[in-house]
DNA sequence: ACCTGAACACCGTTCAAGT
DNA sequence: ACCTGAACACCGTTCAAGT
């Protein structure tokens, strides 16, 4: 007989779930998978700042923005709303730690001799991405402000990158500011559109992905031409 | 002696309160001011929607976008939370009822004979301005989804305004799409940042004022850019 | 038709207390 | 150092009741 001992006293640390790396199941007796026991195995370690950042995008990315609380995050990482608090220290401190975790993840190093027009489509197409993978954690970062502690070194890297490629720093910030501001004004909106039943669908791949798609095309096409109409405005003239 | 009758009994209507036109004070002398009575006068008279989302907006102009909420509008009408649900659904259609009053004093309807670049220069310059009056407010305006009840109908007469101007259906989309990205994030950052402290200040008008200016200047030229491109790389090549 | 208080199920966070 | 329950001051909203 196995015995699961699962502590309930103080100081033990929340319950990890540790989940089995998708397993498939081709047959669905309800005999085979109690005896299978595809039950979430439960391990109990200390909670950690990563941890908790995790289950936060996690929950973010099920259940809609709205559903980010202390409380619910707390209970989906079973534990008490105020354990939480021993690794974040605000609700405020906590998107801060989304954002870094999500910032993270933007291609902004500079590139050797890379034209401005390049940096920007790499830096550009990055963010893009997040927006799709992370549609409605992507907000958090979207519309973080710049001098928020996660967002603003990142932006530091992103000009110091323009200005190698030849921008002048007055320039690098124009050109960072607009684009930036088009990205962002585009896929916040795209990424609401496309998670506006509010809470995520299993499936919606086929029919939906062509509108997506669509949609992002458009995105590229306004970039493009933000790009080109910027060299002949801003830059080209100079 | 002049008494002041101020029914506290059930069924009468909210206090709303009347303001004086911003009556001028070149002198301030207490005393003055007493005998002035320039203390706002309270009328009892029925609360009306349109009550409701004024006082609304005045909320969130001053105390910032987190203030709204329906207890503390109440508090502010001098009326029950409750009494609000006569005029309003529930919270979320109050701010389709602020969307709705911002969104009038947009210039969306079309001009006769008027290129495409100027029919959007107007409708992005009023989108702006909106932004510099009520930058609290605004992100209600610009982050609406566009099927929302407010929002629907003036994209519609928008479209049709460019297609007057002898854009495609399709163009006339995609243009208006990217343009008013671009415009959504540079305006719902820059009105961020510019009300960052959490309460308004007073009276902030010189030093800042530069930099507002400043940004808005990136705004325009970004517009110009976008524009240019647009045309070379959309509209040009066909 | 319009307004109201009590109640319900939520929030973020402080504090004192446990291990 | 990490976790916890109780408590406080908030939310939006339902419901039954008042005029």
């Not at 354990?83 to 974040?88: A, E, G, K």
């Not at 500011?177 to 896929?187: N, P, Q, R, W």
């Not at 669509?214 to 096409?221: C, S, V």
């Amino acid at each position: 007989m196995v015995q699961v001992h699962v502590a309930q006293s103080f100081g033990l640390g929340c319950i990890v779930r540790t989940m089995y790396g998708s397993v498939r199941r081709t047959d669905d007796t309800v005999g085979r998978m109690a005896r299978r026991q595809e039950v979430p195995r439960e391990t109990r370690q200390t909670l950690t700042r990563a941890d908790v950042t995790t289950a936060a995008i996690a929950l973010v990315e099920r259940d809609g923005l709205d559903a980010l609380s202390m409380r619910r995050l707390a209970s989906e990482l079973r534990c008490a709303p105020m354990s939480l608090y021993t690794h974040v220290h605000s609700r405020d401190d906590l998107v801060d730690a989304i954002v870094g975790r999500l910032i993270e993840r933007l291609d902004v190093a500079p590139n050797e001799g890379e034209p401005w027009q390049d940096a920007i489509r790499r830096m550009l197409g990055s963010y893009r991405d997040l927006a799709v993978q992370v549609p409605r954690a992507f907000e958090l970062l979207a519309l973080a402000p710049y001098d928020s502690s996660p967002v603003a070194p990142h932006l530091g890297v992103a000009l110091a990158g323009l200005e190698a490629s030849g921008l002048e720093p007055e320039q690098a910030r124009q050109i960072l500011g607009i684009v930036d501001a088009y990205a962002t004004g585009f896929l916040v909106v795209w990424a609401r559109s496309r998670t506006d039943g509010r809470a995520a669908a299993p499936s919606d791949a086929p029919a939906s992905g062509i509108a997506d798609l669509r949609d992002l095309e458009t995105f590229d096409r306004g970039l493009e031409a933000l790009i080109a109409g910027l060299d002949a405005t801003l830059v080209g003239t100079r």
